[in-house]
């Protein structure tokens, strides 16, 4: 996996989990990868979240090209919450 800066080389989107909407730009065709989760402050200390690469493809108003979908592969954190 690899991320760009520019719009028109980024083809997968993030879909659920903590990069929610994040476009990058991926080389496979399967797999999981590790997506870096945007920092909010810079002392945020720097995470990545688990995608799996699907063959789903989510298009968007003005993009020649859907975006591959990447559905986050992370457990929900329970928080030590009980249901």
Do not use: F, K
Request: with cysteine; charged share 25%; glycine share 8%.
């Amino acid at each position: 996996m690899s991320t760009t800066d520019s719009v028109h080389e980024r083809n997968a989107i993030c879909l659920g989990g903590p990069c929610h909407g994040l476009l990058t730009h991926i080389d496979q065709d399967i797999g999981i990868l590790a997506i870096p989760v945007p920092r909010r402050s810079p002392d945020q200390p720097e995470a990545r979240a688990r995608y799996r690469i699907t063959r789903e493809r989510v298009r968007y108003c003005g993009q020649d090209e859907p975006y591959i979908a990447l559905h986050w592969a992370d457990p929900p954190c329970s928080c030590g919450l009980d249901p």
